[in-house]
């Protein structure tokens, strides 16, 4: 009765407010209520026990924020793809492994946020067409390698900390926008940052802690003291 009357609360504060949040209620599935309130701009499901989203969800076309951190999720359907004013999305300690191919349709999206899931292969088609995307979050999961074709992120941070990190694509440097990479705790060689990152790139926050290099070696590079420039300039900005 209690989680009845606290989802009846929540609905028609909803209806009231374009948002609804109903965080740590052990809800295993998305409450059918929330459907009709078709002019929601904010979902805050967290840390429940959500183990897959409904069709249904394509239909808040007026969503801007979407948090389902905590959850059980190995999947996210096709629909998602169609929340076009979707500007926030977090993910993070889910079970997904995979993102739906038409995610790149999601073009308002800023922030995506892909923590501690499952997974094990960059998803450039899914970001590379992303025009607005500043922020994404892939670290603690199984990523290996950084493919080609990267080059059209236009995300301005990418955080791979603690992934399986051993190739690094020389395309990630021609990304146009990326000023801050985080590589922390992966396997890299010292080249896979030398090679194209510190001398070419505008990344100018470069945060590679634990990999297969002493940081002494980063710093004695040729390359460093461009990427040195880059990161005075953009303190003096600050």
């Given at each position: 009765m209690g989680n009845k009357q606290s989802l009846k609360a929540h609905t028609e504060n909803a209806q009231r407010t374009g948002v609804f949040q109903m965080t740590n209620s052990k809800?295993?599935?998305?409450?059918?209520?929330?459907?009709?309130?078709?002019?929601l701009r904010s979902i805050d499901l967290s840390n429940n026990k959500l183990k897959e989203l409904p069709p249904a969800f394509g239909t808040f076309t007026a969503l801007r924020t979407l948090l389902l951190n905590g959850n059980q999720l190995t999947s996210l359907p096709e629909e998602v793809c169609q929340l076009v004013k979707l500007e926030t999305l977090s993910l993070a300690g889910n079970n997904l492994s995979s993102l739906p191919l038409g995610f790149s349709n999601l073009r308002s999206l800023r922030t995506i946020d892909l923590s501690r899931?499952?997974?094990d292969a960059f998803p450039v088609r899914q970001l590379a067409n992303l025009r607005q995307l500043d922020f994404v979050d892939?670290?603690?999961?199984?990523?290996?390698?950084?493919?080609a074709g990267v080059a059209d992120i236009q995300a301005c941070e990418i955080n791979l900390n603690e992934n399986q990190l051993r190739e690094i694509s020389d395309d990630l440097a021609a990304c146009p926008r990326l000023k801050v990479l985080r590589v922390q705790e992966n396997c890299l060689?010292?080249?896979e940052l030398t090679r194209k990152i510190l001398p070419d790139s505008n990344v100018s926050l470069l945060a590679a802690e634990g990999n297969l290099f002493d940081m002494k070696q980063l710093h004695e590079d040729p390359g460093y003291d461009k990427y040195m420039e880059r990161y005075t300039a953009t303190k003096k900005k600050l």
């Open positions: 809800l295993q599935e998305v409450p059918q209520a929330l459907f009709a309130v078709k002019t899931n499952r997974l892939l670290s603690k999961n199984n990523i290996a390698a950084v493919p060689a010292l080249e």
